[in-house]
């Protein structure tokens, strides 16, 4: 008989039954929040994603995601079957069928057959498809901001909200920011009027997504296979990420097509801010604040 690592024997007696000895999946970066698991049973092929507590403790990405949004990460968990709902419904791209989930403990999804996608190597398609889905999910506006199925703060809140995350990061980050940088960007904070809201991945990035263009169904070929940190955000936030993320001509390539349904909007007044807050939760891993900034 053979047993989910990590898991007791309450948390796992509902779950599929194993086949095989389950097989640790490499974690591609030494702060992942998550220990995986290839899990063969009788139901198919899984993915077992278990809470590293210690790791989360320490990450500044979710301190921010957390501080700024009321994330609440990782209890959450417990509801992240509405985000794979929510994704299927108002998305394009395919997502991992939800098994089950514990709050604060483990994610068991199916398995997306696949590779995974190289930065490297991104083609011109993806891009394409990420900004469909992108100006689909865009489509979903709110007033209000904050949990992804309960967005709870009005938007009035944004500005102060912003303010206290950015300086309680920048009291944690230990890259000794420029006072008059910090100064400038907490004015800018102070200033920021946002009334549009939308769904927002905020640790978007081409290795949480899987290429299954071999795949036998008539999905989207390009699959969303980390979901756990959705949240409602401004859209100048998104753009302002997803421009570090794409490459000069993905970025030209994700522009054309997403303004074929929206309008672009003008993110200079809240751009030295988002990419410090960006910064300050380690998105990407730069740890070159000037570089950063110079960047986009």
């Given at each position: 008989?053979?047993?989910?690592?990590?898991?007791?024997?309450?948390?796992?007696?509902?779950?599929?039954?194993?086949?095989?000895?389950?097989s640790?999946?490499?974690?591609?970066?030494?702060?992942?929040?998550?220990?995986?698991?290839?899990?063969?049973?009788t139901?198919?092929?899984?993915?077992?994603?278990?809470?590293?507590?210690?790791?989360?403790?320490?990450?500044?990405?979710?301190?921010?995601?957390?501080?700024?949004?009321?994330?609440?990460?990782?209890?959450?968990?417990?509801?992240?079957?509405l985000?794979?709902?929510?994704?299927?419904?108002?998305?394009?791209?395919?997502?991992?069928e939800?098994?089950?989930?514990?709050?604060n403990?483990?994610?068991?999804?199916?398995?997306?057959?696949?590779?995974?996608?190289?930065?490297?190597?991104?083609?011109?398609?993806?891009?394409?498809?990420?900004?469909?889905?992108?100006?689909?999910?865009?489509?979903?506006?709110?007033s209000?901001?904050?949990?992804?199925?309960?967005?709870?703060?009005?938007?009035?809140?944004?500005?102060?909200?912003?303010?206290?995350?950015?300086?309680?990061?920048?009291?944690?980050?230990?890259?000794?920011?420029?006072?008059a940088?910090?100064?400038?960007?907490?004015?800018?904070?102070?200033?920021?009027?946002?009334?549009?809201?939308?769904?927002?991945?905020?640790?978007?990035?081409?290795?949480?997504?899987?290429?299954?263009?071999?795949?036998?169904?008539?999905?989207?070929?390009?699959?969303?296979?980390?979901?756990?940190?959705?949240?409602?955000?401004?859209?100048?936030?998104?753009?302002i990420?997803?421009?570090?993320?794409?490459?000069?001509?993905?970025?030209?390539?994700?522009?054309?097509?997403?303004?074929?349904?929206?309008?672009?909007?003008?993110?200079?007044a809240?751009?030295?801010?988002?990419?410090?807050?960006?910064?300050?939760?380690?998105?990407?891993?730069?740890?070159?604040?000037?570089?950063?900034?110079?960047?986009?």
């Amino acid at each position: 008989m053979f047993t989910y690592p990590k898991l007791t024997s309450s948390e796992q007696a509902s779950l599929p039954k194993l086949i095989a000895p389950p097989s640790a999946i490499p974690n591609k970066f030494e702060d992942s929040t998550h220990q995986l698991f290839y899990c063969q049973t009788t139901d198919g092929a899984m993915v077992l994603k278990v809470c590293n507590a210690a790791t989360i403790e320490k990450s500044a990405f979710w301190r921010g995601a957390n501080h700024l949004f009321a994330a609440d990460f990782p209890n959450n968990l417990g509801d992240i079957h509405l985000t794979h709902h929510f994704l299927a419904k108002n998305g394009t791209l395919t997502v991992p069928e939800f098994i089950a989930a514990c709050a604060n403990r483990f994610v068991i999804t199916r398995f997306v057959t696949g590779r995974d996608l190289e930065t490297e190597q991104i083609a011109e398609q993806w891009a394409v498809a990420l900004a469909n889905h992108i100006a689909q999910l865009h489509q979903c506006t709110y007033s209000r901001w904050g949990k992804l199925h309960a967005p709870q703060f009005s938007a009035q809140q944004w500005a102060s909200r912003l303010h206290e995350t950015l300086s309680f990061l920048a009291e944690q980050d230990d890259t000794h920011l420029e006072e008059a940088l910090l100064s400038e960007v907490l004015t800018q904070a102070t200033n920021i009027n946002e009334t549009e809201f939308v769904p927002v991945m905020l640790d978007l990035r081409w290795d949480q997504f899987r290429d299954c263009e071999s795949s036998a169904d008539d999905t989207d070929p390009l699959a969303l296979i980390d979901l756990d940190a959705f949240v409602i955000a401004p859209r100048a936030l998104d753009l302002i990420l997803l421009e570090y993320v794409l490459s000069p001509m993905q970025w030209a390539r994700f522009k054309q097509h997403y303004t074929q349904t929206h309008a672009w909007p003008d993110l200079a007044a809240q751009k030295a801010c988002y990419q410090l807050l960006l910064f300050l939760m380690n998105v990407l891993g730069e740890r070159d604040l000037a570089k950063w900034m110079q960047r986009i």
